[in-house]
């Protein structure tokens, strides 16, 4: 089957950087995918890599590696609005289906 | 605001009833995405429409269904609800095309679903 595994959680500082991770096992899908949820909000697009490397937008990036099957999004300059869950997903590219992970809940400490 | 629209936004019914969902996808968006959400679960996708057809299916139960019409509002049925089948339902909508294997989801505000 597909999965993608995040961690459940993490907790970093204001104004620091922190990196979320996430590992897949998936025969092949399109890309990468981030989304960002506020608790009692609807997910937002965050950003998509199609190809391996490095995609910056702002104080997000993403990374992908095929090869290690492996992607992160990078947040940088936290602030506590960035408090949030936070979600890696692809498309199959056998039968279009979205997986999604369940999620990195991230926390920012004052 | 996202532009995707779902009604009801709160909905609570009893075990074995039926209840239907509502989405108005953004003007434009052809593709059309339902989701559940659980309690500490990520999003379950369940069923994708473009343009009034079912162009890819997740793991829907037989108890469920989904339709796009004409004007490409969605609508999704659920039926012989169980107290499990109490989640939040989002539907999302991007401007999906067949030869773009990604577009942007665009998520609604979510229906959230109680069974008593």
């Known amino acids: 089957g597909q999965s993608l595994e995040q961690p459940s959680e993490v907790t970093a500082v204001e104004g620091a950087i922190v990196q979320i991770n996430c590992t897949y096992q998936?025969?092949?899908?399109?890309?990468l995918s981030w989304y960002q949820q506020h608790d009692g909000g609807a997910p937002t697009f965050l950003s998509y890599n199609g190809l391996d490397g490095l995609e910056e937008t702002g104080r997000f990036s993403s990374f992908l590696s095929r090869s290690d099957s492996y992607g992160y999004l990078l947040l940088q300059e936290l602030q506590m609005k960035d408090s949030a869950s936070y979600f890696c997903?692809?498309?199959?590219?056998?039968?279009?289906?979205?997986?999604f992970g369940k999620g990195t809940r991230l926390h920012i400490l004052p | 605001d996202s532009g995707v629209t779902q009604t009801p936004k709160h909905l609570i019914t009893a075990t074995g009833q039926r209840v239907t969902l509502r989405c108005s996808p953004r003007?434009?968006?052809?593709?059309v995405y339902w989701y559940q959400q659980s309690l500490d679960q990520g999003l379950q996708f369940l069923i994708q429409?473009?343009?009034?057809?079912?162009?890819a299916k997740g793991n829907i139960l037989e108890r469920f269904s989904a339709q796009q019409f004409p004007d490409l509002h969605s609508e999704l049925n659920l039926s012989s609800l169980e107290l499990g089948d109490s989640a939040l339902y989002f539907c999302a909508s991007s401007a999906f095309s067949q030869s773009l294997p990604y577009n942007e989801q665009f998520f609604g505000p979510g229906t959230r679903l109680t069974v008593l």
């Open positions: 997903a692809v498309r199959d590219n056998r039968d279009d289906k979205i997986i």
């Open positions: 998936t025969s092949g899908f399109y890309g």
């Open positions: 003007s434009g968006d052809l593709s």
């Open positions: 429409y473009y343009n009034g057809e079912e162009r």
